[in-house]
């Protein structure tokens, strides 16, 4: 018999912005095979994270996929959904409104972050009480002048790619300690998944080093010059892959344009500050698309183009602080609006 120790973890309840929890399970099994089957539910005070009141505080932690902990010894990382007592989902619970049971939904999210050092409260890269060389520079840089934490977005990689997230790649965002790394993942749920184990990962690293990971989408103020932080979501189905046809295309864009508020609802708080029509962005309050425009709010990518309109869409609107499984569910919904 060995003993494991699992780590739940979950989302909270706060709004618009939750935040990850986690609590630790150890169990013994004779020969675990790292099985979602294999482990049950648990619960949790609901009534600490804005889930429940203090006189019914229970609220229950089911299980939906589980991955290898690459810094722990008999480790695993289980990602759960929240339910209520009743077994229903709870109202914090986006990932239980993704209508993609058949995962016919691909998504590849592009998750962009600040790295911030403890002791400052800035990005890395930024002396106390002035600022660093304008952006420019920092764009896929090598070398200690404009390159900062490559340490810790290294040692992310190799945490993530050892415990089995699809991950993609990473590189230097436009900002002083602004980074990126990609994920992609057949299935919307598998896709939120991942960047929500991939979060939990690169929060519990930055322990480590003395800094922390801000999500905001503009964390260095509004009137900033500094690009903002977006999570940019490339998204096909069947017929985006397969349809070979540009009018299908435009009539997948243009069922967006009815949603724009629904969309943005659920894409990020203080998305305002970010979606200016400035630095590589739409306008929050207008709706656009066009093949390789990365100032519309749906770009065409030109390699789909070039495959005879066969591939994905990006919606590049959604911030670095969104839910990735309230942004899929919102795209499924609306593609499916689409009268093709």
């Known amino acids: 018999m060995a003993k494991i120790k699992l780590e739940y973890i979950w989302l909270d309840g706060y709004f618009p912005t939750q935040n990850m929890r986690s609590k630790t399970k150890v169990e013994e099994h004779e020969d675990f095979k790292g099985t979602i089957e294999e482990i049950g539910n648990w619960s949790f005070d609901g009534s600490s994270t804005r889930q429940a009141v203090g006189g019914s505080s229970d609220c229950l932690l089911v299980p939906v996929a589980i991955y290898p902990d690459p810094d722990r010894i008999n480790g695993y990382l289980v990602m759960t959904e929240v339910m209520n ?78 415990a ?95 949603f724009v508020k629904e969309h943005i609802a659920v894409y990020g708080e203080f998305n305002d500050q970010r979606l200016t029509g400035l630095h590589e962005t739409a306008s929050i309050n207008d709706f656009s698309w066009g093949v390789s425009d990365r100032g519309a709010s749906i770009r065409i990518p030109l390699i789909a183009v070039q495959k005879g309109y066969k591939g994905w869409l990006e919606d590049r609107r959604p911030a670095s602080n969104g839910d990735p499984y309230k942004i899929a569910a919102r795209i499924i919904k609306t593609v499916k609006t689409a009268k093709i």
Not at 122 to 136: D, M, T, V
Not at 186 to 215: F, H, M, N, Q, V
Not at 239 to 248: F, I, P, Q
């Open 85 to 162: 007592p009743d077994g229903t989902p709870h109202v914090s619970n986006g990932r239980a409104t993704i209508d993609d049971e058949d995962s016919d939904f691909w998504f590849g999210f592009e998750q962009e972050y600040f790295i911030m050092d403890n002791k400052t409260q800035l990005p890395l890269g930024f002396p106390i009480g002035g600022y660093p060389a304008p952006q420019g520079m920092y764009y896929c840089s090598v070398g200690g002048k404009n390159t900062h934490g490559r340490g810790l977005v290294e040692k992310h990689a190799d945490l993530c790619i050892e």
């Open 164 to 258: 089995g997230l699809n991950f993609e790649g990473i590189n230097q965002e436009v900002a002083s300690g602004q980074w990126e790394y990609q994920l992609f993942a057949k299935g919307a749920k598998k896709a939120g998944d991942e960047i929500w184990i991939s979060r939990y990962l690169l929060d519990r690293l930055t322990e480590k080093y003395g800094y922390y990971i801000d999500y905001h989408p503009k964390p260095l103020g509004k009137d900033m010059d500094w690009n903002g932080s977006g999570m940019h979501a490339n998204f096909s189905n069947e017929v985006l892959r397969t349809c070979g046809s540009k009018e299908v295309y435009a009539t997948i864009c243009e069922a967006f344009r009815p």
